[in-house]
């Protein structure tokens, strides 16, 4: 084949050229790191990438859900002890009033305290969590039990201010925690302080305690320690259930704590350079590119006109 | 018997030939680097011989030799493969460029693209169903729903633009393209002018040479050469023709070869021309400046015409990909139109076009668009259709099955507008909702959890639910500007209120007596952060299976697309390296041919040196034999 100077510059320059091309991919990986920079570096690989990125992004979402349902569900807890506590409170003042030695003006002394721990029990049924009502179901814009009977003796209470009487939301706020996995975060309060009017509604039973101490019927207060005694239960129920929710809340954190390293590790697997290899790579494209420029400039400027003296 | 000078004569010839021998060197050595030039070679001859005497006497003397001609080296066969391969560089290139661009509008993977966009806005969803009464978190479902909307308009506006520039671009092609014909056949006259007259127009042809190799940079063409003798002198008639869509057009026409310079010249019979914004190139005669229906099209050419065409094509088909995404993000909807809408000719068929119901104004059934537009009789203007204000448009896209977390209370509104919605309750057959409804005694007034709704999307969902001013509203619109076109990426629009946000499924009265949502009911704001796993039917969006149908959720379609722009870039880049590879092959090809090696010039210039001096030698020496002669007598 015929060789002029034309082809080798042109050669030389197309080689030059695609050693540019190289070094300057290698050069993006090498300052952003990653191995995918455009869709066309790898076709597939961007599909993963933006489905990591994806999951990544709501498993994010799932964990701080899962740390909100977790604190949520703690206060609901220990509301729940504090409403226990009252009604051991209100079985010890019962045990006390049953004991028919006790004087009128001391069973008096003790459905005062009675009325006392019914008021606490509608304050604790109005409960909020930052500012939302945690036993109305999903209504919990609105007090489930009348605001006002909390100031009032038991007595006092009828009608719609007898708390004893309300129905409350049934509904249930949700909490995502991730893969459908939803936990209620709120507790309707007929499921916990029992349903309006029977026997073993908290309101009820502290209510109908307090008129049978004020009375001083020894026997109707003996009679009610089986109701208060199925509050308690009925509550402690409700709040293991709550426990379980909590424990339910924890395991899905771990869980998404633990998907998302999981995600991480594969999108960092698509998505990020081999630095080892990109930089071994850019040294030995960089050597090319070098030894390329230098014989270029010695090969390019040969010819026999270098060699001919004047007037030979 | 020959004369006392014949031997001065030869010895002169030689110094001539020398002399042409130098100069060609010269020649080539100066046009070394200039593009299109073929090295030139003095093609010399023995001159005939002259008998030495008379009466028999047959031995002949030689008079030395003569230039035929200066020859241009270079092979027709490797310009042709040159120029193939050219204008399928440009055209790669072209389609390579305006490839990366939309990568970059895209811009994926980043967390600045409508991915992340609509991973945040399933987020904000997520976080509002936690918090279903909370207005920051309602505020920040807006939020998110704008940024995703602003980030489709925006990446549909720069799609258009860059549209606008291909066009603009093409138009500046063809331009380019007419210019370099006309020269053309400007040369090809002087050139066949030059030839009849005997010369050899070597610098004409090399400026041929140059200019072909200069068009097919724009588009691929075929040349023919057909010698005619007249008067004793061969010309030749150049003829050029590009490929129509009904065969070979000749655009220059070697026939009318006319030796003059006319302007245009004779020869010069067809232009190009743009036919419309789709980027249709039209071949029409060189009297007319506009195309016309019955004019053929340029196609199946390389070059950066056919890549221009290709480009737009190729946005135009991710700009109806966002489309389809913004309709299915939405749901399906009807509109009517209220001004006049110019769809695309050539997206007639493509999705989201080929998904959309059209309802003349006044009338009664829905049509597929192609239907439409043969019942209408709808003519394409400048590679677009018309759609008359007044009619409707049902888009379907965006369509699903839910699944309710919670109870949704029936309203009368509900009733009225999705009586029709086909539901399941748990346990139940599949029914409408307002057969449901009446089937039961008293009528139903709730559908239990876990109910399995089928509804039109995202904005029919939302119109179920309520917020705290009673009955959802949708959340997705087209833009009020838009003259009542269906949603697409560009006109996409949050135009609600957080309190017109619905959150929940169920009802309940407020202090004031009127029906709101419940306020901590946030099931149907979950049910839509869930969807960001929701299945969908999509138009697939690869060109190579338009009618099939795709299933996924929406960011699955969204990856897709990008991974379809990743496979098309990555092929555009290859096609480049491949085409740029023969292309430099073939140049070294032609290179080798009819390039210039300083060497060989060099080791020429010494040889007509010396056989200039041996020839002027020779004359020195009969002149000193004749003055010796003049001496002697």
């Not at chain 1, 008096?108 to 049924?125: H, P």
């Not at chain 1, 991480?264 to 071994?280: E, F």
């Not at chain 2, 009446?438 to 179920?464: C, R």
Request: charged share 10%.
């Amino acid at each position: 084949m015929r060789i002029t100077q034309g082809m080798l510059s042109s050669q030389v320059l197309y080689d030059i050229e695609n050693n540019l091309q190289q070094l300057s991919r290698l050069e993006t990986e090498a300052s952003t790191g990653k191995r995918i920079n455009q869709p066309s570096d790898d076709p597939i690989g961007v599909q993963n990438v933006m489905t990591y990125q994806m999951e990544m992004n709501f498993d994010k979402e799932y964990q701080q859900n899962a740390t909100n349902a977790q604190s949520q569900l703690n206060f609901v807890s220990s509301v729940m002890t504090e409403a226990q506590n009252i009604m051991s409170r209100a079985r010890d003042l019962a045990v006390e009033g049953a004991n028919s030695t006790e004087t009128s003006s001391d069973m008096q002394a003790l459905a005062s305290e009675v009325g006392q721990l019914y008021d606490q029990m509608v304050t604790i049924g109005n409960s909020q969590y930052n500012g939302l009502y945690i036993f109305n179901g999903a209504n919990t814009g609105a007090a489930p039990y009348p605001l006002q009977a909390a100031n009032l003796s038991p007595g006092q209470v009828s009608g719609s201010l007898d708390p004893a009487q309300v129905a409350t939301n049934s509904g249930q706020v949700l909490m995502d925690l991730g893969n459908g996995v939803t936990i209620p975060i709120t507790v309707s309060g007929n499921q916990f302080f029992g349903n309006p009017a029977s026997s073993n509604n908290a309101f009820q039973v502290l209510s109908e305690l307090y008129s049978a101490l004020n009375s001083g019927d020894h026997t109707q207060v003996d009679n009610l320690l089986n109701s208060i005694d199925s509050v308690i239960d009925n509550m402690n129920q409700v709040q293991a259930g709550v426990g379980a929710l909590v424990n339910r809340a924890q395991m899905m954190q771990t869980r998404m704590t633990d998907l998302a390293n999981s995600v991480t590790q594969q999108l960092s697997n698509v998505d990020d350079a081999d630095m080892a290899k990109v930089l071994t790579n850019l040294n030995s494209i960089s050597a090319v590119e070098q030894a390329s420029l230098e014989v270029g400039a010695q090969a390019l400027p040969m010819s026999l006109v270098n060699f001919l003296k004047p007037g030979v | 018997m020959p004369s006392t000078f014949l031997g001065l004569q030869t010895a002169l010839r030689g110094l001539e030939v020398s002399q042409a021998g130098v100069d060609t060197v010269s020649h080539n050595v100066d046009n070394a680097d200039t593009p299109g030039y073929a090295r030139e070679v003095v093609d010399v001859a023995e001159m005939s011989s002259l008998p030495l005497g008379q009466d028999g006497n047959t031995s002949m003397v030689g008079q030395g030799a003569q230039v035929l001609q200066i020859q241009r080296i270079q092979s027709d066969f490797l310009n042709t493969q040159y120029r193939a391969q050219n204008a399928a560089l440009y055209q790669a290139n072209v389609v390579q460029s305006t490839l990366n661009e939309i990568s970059g509008i895209l811009d994926e993977p980043s967390s600045s693209g409508i991915s992340n966009a609509l991973s945040q806005f399933y987020q904000a969803w997520d976080a509002l169903g936690s918090n279903p009464s909370d207005l920051s978190s309602r505020t920040s479902v807006i939020d998110a729903a704008q940024t995703l909307t602003q980030v489709l308009n925006q990446t549909a506006n720069q799609l258009s633009q860059l549209q606008s520039n291909l066009q603009s671009s093409l138009s500046t092609t063809v331009d380019q393209v007419n210019s370099l014909l006309d020269q053309i056949a400007s040369v090809s006259n002087q050139i066949a002018k030059l030839q009849q007259m005997g010369e050899q127009p070597n610098d004409l042809l090399d400026k041929r040479d140059a200019l072909l190799n200069q068009l097919s940079q724009y588009t691929s063409f075929q040349t023919s050469e057909s010698p005619v003798t007249s008067g004793g002198t061969t010309y030749e008639q150049f003829s050029l023709t590009l490929m129509g869509s009904s065969g070979p057009v000749t655009i220059i026409d070697g026939s009318q070869t006319d030796f003059t310079n006319n302007d245009p010249p004779a020869n010069l019979v067809s232009h190009l021309v743009i036919a419309s914004d789709t980027g249709a190139v039209s071949i029409v005669p060189i009297s007319s400046n506009s195309a016309s229906s019955s004019d053929p099209t340029l196609t199946g050419q390389g070059g950066e015409i056919q890549g221009y065409q290709d480009s737009i094509a190729d946005v135009q088909a991710y700009q109806n990909d966002l489309d389809v995404f913004a309709q299915s993000l939405a749901g399906a909807g009807t509109t009517t139109l209220r001004a006049d809408w110019t769809i695309p000719a050539s997206a007639v068929d493509s999705p989201p076009y080929n998904t959309m119901k059209f309802t003349p104004s006044g009338g009664t059934a829905s049509e597929t668009l192609e239907q439409f537009i043969q019942s209408q009789g709808l003519t394409e203007s400048n590679g677009t259709y018309t759609i008359p204000a007044g009619t409707q448009i049902a888009t379907t896209l965006g369509a699903m099955t839910v699944t309710l977390l919670g109870p949704l209370d029936i309203s009368s509104a509900t009733l009225s507008n999705y009586g029709s919605v086909k539901i399941q309750v748990p346990g139940g057959q599949e029914t409408t909702l307002s057969a449901y409804v009446n089937s039961t005694n008293p009528p139903a007034t709730q559908l239990p959890a876990g109910t399995i709704l089928q509804i039109g999307g995202l904005n029919q969902l939302l119109m179920l639910g309520f917020s705290e001013n009673g009955q959802g509203q949708p959340l997705f619109t087209p833009a009020a500007t838009s003259g009542g076109q269906p949603i697409t990426a560009a006109n996409i629009t949050v135009a609600i209120q957080p309190s017109d946000l619905a959150a929940g499924t169920t009802l309940t009265t407020d202090s004031s007596g009127n029906t709101v949502a419940v306020s901590g009911d946030g099931t149907l704001a979950t049910l839509i952060g869930n969807m960001a796993n929701q299945q969908m039917q999509f138009p697939n969006p690869s060109p190579s299976a338009p009618n099939e149908t795709l299933t996924g959720s929406l960011s699955n379609y969204f990856t897709a697309v990008v991974g379809q722009l990743g496979l098309q870039s990555q092929q555009a880049n290859n096609s480049v390296n491949v085409q740029t590879s023969l292309v430099q092959q073939i140049s070294n090809q032609q290179q080798s041919v009819s390039g210039v090696s300083l060497d060989e010039e060099m080791t020429k210039l010494i040889s007509y040196q010396q056989a200039y001096n041996a020839s002027a030698e020779i004359i020195s020496a009969i002149n000193t034999m004749l003055t010796q002669l003049m001496q002697n007598v």
